[in-house]
Every structure is written in C-alpha cells, then in structure tokens.
C-alpha cells in the first residue's frame, strides 16, 4: 500500500513539472497565440492534478476512516462501559478527516476557476 501511495505522489508530483516549464510567448501574431494554447495546456493540466489530488485525499481519507471505525469497533467490544464516549471521539476524528478531503477539493475547485478566469481573459 505505501509503494502504491508513494508512486502516485511521484506521477502527480512529474504532472507538475509540464506547467512549470512552459514557455509565455506574448509576441505571436496570428489569432491563436501561443500564450493561449499555453493557458489551455495549463488548464488541462491543472484538471489533471486537481483531479489526482482529490482521489488521492479520498483514498487517504477512506483508509484513515476505516482504521478509525476498526480501532473503536474493538474497543467497544473490549469495553462496552466506553461505548458513550468512544462514539463521541469517534465522530469526532472522523470529521476531522473528512474535513481534510474537502478542504483537498476546496482547493481543486479554487485551482479550476482561477484557471477559467485566465482562458475567458
């Protein structure tokens, strides 16, 4: 699972390096500038990335869920007296968690528009 992991942050991580590297020709004169085709490249790109970065937090959130639920599952079966305030944590830390995946697509969703914002330009 690690490997897994590990590799996927390595392929978003190289995705990126396309957006840094691209040249800004403002001195084109046809129509369909290079400038343009770069921002839409760009957009592509960041689709890309948000899209990777979001199913990468899901897939974070989703494991750290369920190891949760698990650890206060077991608890709870070693101890029923907790099971009140085992719950309370449990929902606790569990929002926490998915606090963290939708500030992930907060941020996608931040990227997309300022994105947009530079192609209707």
Do not use: C, H
């Not at 992991?5 to 369909?32: C, D, K, M, R, T």
């Not at 599952?73 to 029923?80: C, D, K």
């Amino acid at each position: 699972m690690k490997k897994l992991f590990v590799f996927l942050v390595i392929v978003v991580l190289l995705a990126a390096v396309p957006l840094l590297a691209s040249p800004q020709n403002e001195g084109a004169s046809n129509g369909y500038t290079e400038s343009k085709a770069t921002t839409n490249m760009s957009l592509i790109w960041a689709l890309i990335i948000g899209g990777a970065a979001i199913a990468l937090a899901a897939m974070a959130g989703a494991y750290g869920q369920s190891k949760a639920i698990v650890a206060a599952a077991e608890g709870i079966s070693r101890n029923p007296a907790v099971a009140k305030n085992l719950q309370t944590l449990l929902i606790l830390g569990l929002a926490f968690i998915e606090s963290l995946v939708i500030y992930v697509l907060l941020i996608d969703l931040i990227i997309f528009f300022v994105k947009w914002k530079d192609i209707i330009k």
